[in-house]
């Protein structure tokens, strides 16, 4: 994982990473990322293109990583549920 990290960190012009991220409620979201640095052993800083502002993401709770060409993503980039929604609209949690 963390090979895949620093690929993206390094070549930020050309790489985002695709992840879902599940919070402290338990909540997954897919999210779109540019890391920009390590925060001890824990914890990675980065740009969330969702949410267009820094996050900090716990390494453990990052799941289905995946190295992306940055050109297929514009801010803001949506991030759904990564989890199947039930019914409505209402069922998918905002970012």
Known sequence: MNRIIRRAMHDSDNYVLELDY??????????????????????????CLCRE????????????IRLQRAEQYLMPSACPSAEPATVGPAAQPAC
């Open 22 to 47: 599940r919070d402290a409620k338990g909540e997954t979201t897919h999210r779109v990322i540019s890391p920009i640095r390590f925060l001890g052993q824990e914890r990675l800083l980065a740009l």
């Open 53 to 64: 502002e820094p996050r900090q993401f716990y390494l453990s709770r990052c799941s289905n």
